[in-house]
């Protein structure tokens, strides 16, 4: 069966940096869309960024500049490369799959397959 890993998360001061990584097995990665979502203590689960299969990036407004989504199709890994992290980053972050076309816009209903979440902590 499809399983999506996530490792990487951390407890980090403000403006220090994470890398998130998101191993899948079951499929290959670049057969789907791929993305980061987060979940902040208290609130609803939020887009971070996204990844489809023509390489096209989408990412949500309070991370563009300080994130960086990519992959690694030969590791079949999905990767979140964080900066300039703040204490708003606080949250279980999340990557998932989608079988057809995925955007942050498009938001968490597109996305079948989900891992089971790793927590990043950013304090002030």
């Known amino acids: 069966q499809v399983q999506l890993v996530e490792s990487g998360g951390g407890s980090v001061q403000a403006g220090g940096a994470l890398r998130l990584s998101c191993t899948v097995s079951?499929?290959?990665?670049?057969?789907?869309?791929m993305g980061w979502f987060r979940q902040p203590p208290g609130k609803e689960r939020e887009g971070v960024a996204t990844?489809?299969?023509?390489?096209?990036?989408t990412y949500g407004d309070s991370v563009k500049g300080r994130f960086t989504v990519s992959q690694d199709n030969a590791k079949n890994t999905l990767y979140l490369e964080m900066n300039g992290l703040k204490p708003e980053d606080t949250g279980v972050y999340y990557c998932?799959?989608?079988?057809?076309?995925?955007?942050?816009?498009?938001?968490?209903?597109?996305?079948?397959?989900w891992g089971q979440g790793t927590q990043v902590t950013v304090s002030s």
């Open positions: 079951g499929t290959t990665i670049n057969s789907y869309c």
């Open positions: 998932a799959a989608a079988v057809f076309e995925c955007s942050v816009a498009s938001g968490p209903q597109r996305f079948i397959y």
């Open positions: 990844v489809n299969t023509l390489g096209d990036l």
